[in-house]
């Protein structure tokens, strides 16, 4: 059984500033424990201005132990607005001249194909294996008013089970396609938080949540770690009807 935490915050300002808190903790955990620590960073809004705020309460030298790698990426070239990987590196990783070296981002935006192989090998070489699974220390999900997170989409359940840890998936709106993590290695890491904010997701997030209605459509319902360490972090909007 998961146990999952839920903090809700008045407004995204205040979600944000909490989870940077957290993100301090973790960043002086990471230098006394003396090892690389990977996480995997989600897109979005609320993490655009979790990053604002680390590049303001956090220096260079406190990330020495951090690897960093996206959940999901937009398969669109770095400097598109649209790029997950382009909006951290503009917003965070250029701003604290955080090292190149220990930076891991999707190049989906040619063959998106043989860049999730190529993805999903390199996380199995960079990252601990458990059962042919490469574990995260954190990973940032995020969840649309649909339900989908990282980029998979209430159509298309059967990517979460998907053999190797990325697949390419689809949009169902634009067709635009994208590289996600799969439920596996979703699952496997240490810690997962949600990141959800704005009224329009708080019915499926009572759904999800609550496992009420269809909740069994939505991707975000089948975030289910094995670490048993399930955290959702919402404003007031977003947890509204809970």
Known sequence: MVKTQHYIYPDTD????????????????????????????SGGSTPLLIFRKLKEATVREEWSQIRLYWGDERCV????????????RKTLIDPLKLPGEHIFRMK??????????RYGDLLKE???????????????????EDGH???IFPDQLELWNAAGPCVVAKHPRTGQKRITLTGHV?????????????????????EVIMKEDRSGEYPASLVDPVSRNLEWFMDQDAASLL
């Not at 973790?26 to 620590?37: H, W």
């Not at 070239?77 to 951290?88: F, M, V």
């Not at 979703?186 to 009572?206: T, Y």
């Open 14 to 41: 205040t979600l944000a500033a909490t989870f940077v808190c957290e993100f301090s903790k973790f960043l002086k955990s990471a230098a006394d424990f003396g090892k690389p620590m990977h996480v995997a960073l």
């Open 77 to 88: 070239p770095p400097g598109d607005p649209q790029s997950n990987y382009g909006n951290a």
């Open 108 to 117: 989906c935006e040619t063959d998106p194909v043989s860049e999730a192989r």
């Open 126 to 144: 960079k990252l601990p294996v458990e059962n042919g699974v490469p574990v995260f220390d954190w990973i940032w999900l995020g969840m649309g």
């Open 149 to 151: 997170t990282a980029s």
């Open 186 to 206: 979703i699952n496997a890491a240490k810690r997962v938080s949600f990141l959800v904010s704005g009224k329009g997701k708080a019915p499926v997030v009572r």
